[in-house]
């Protein structure tokens, strides 16, 4: 299985208008905003950029939603139940451990895999 995702590149700072330019295929989140540039260097995908309140703002299906689109396709089962393990801590929530309690019996242990 080919990954088509783009690779993604975390800034502790906002970067210059120059800078910013100088990425190329990939997704830039930055403290406040998160960028997709195309293989040009060009931003790509209608409203793909966000601010810091719109990130608080996604629902649980929009956060589900964005964790298998952006790790779903990783190759690895340990990769698959990292994003398995994520969904259920939306999910669940505050409740998440209580919940693993629960499904936990006998010899029976949740796993929470290994992140990409």
């Known amino acids: 299985m080919v ?14 208008s120059e800078e910013i ?18 293989k040009d260097g060009h931003l790509s995908g209608a409203g793909f950029k966000e601010t810091r309140e719109d990130k608080l ?3 649980q299906v929009n956060k589900i939603q964005k964790i298998i689109e ?5 190759d ?8 398995i393990d994520q969904i259920m801590r939306i999910i669940k929530g505050v409740k998440y ?8 019996f006998g010899d029976y242990d949740w796993d929470e895999g290994i992140a990409p």
Not at 6 to 12: A, S
């Open 76 to 83: 690895g089962s340990h990769h698959k139940m990292w994003v």
């Open 97 to 104: 451990t209580e919940w693993v309690k629960e499904i936990c």
């Open 21 to 38: 330019h100088l990425y190329k295929n990939c997704v830039v989140e930055t403290p406040s905003n998160t960028f997709c540039y195309d």
């Open 57 to 59: 703002a996604l629902t």
């Open 3 to 16: 990954n088509r995702m783009k690779k993604i590149i975390t800034l502790n700072y906002e970067p210059s």
């Open 70 to 74: 952006r790790f779903g396709s990783i």
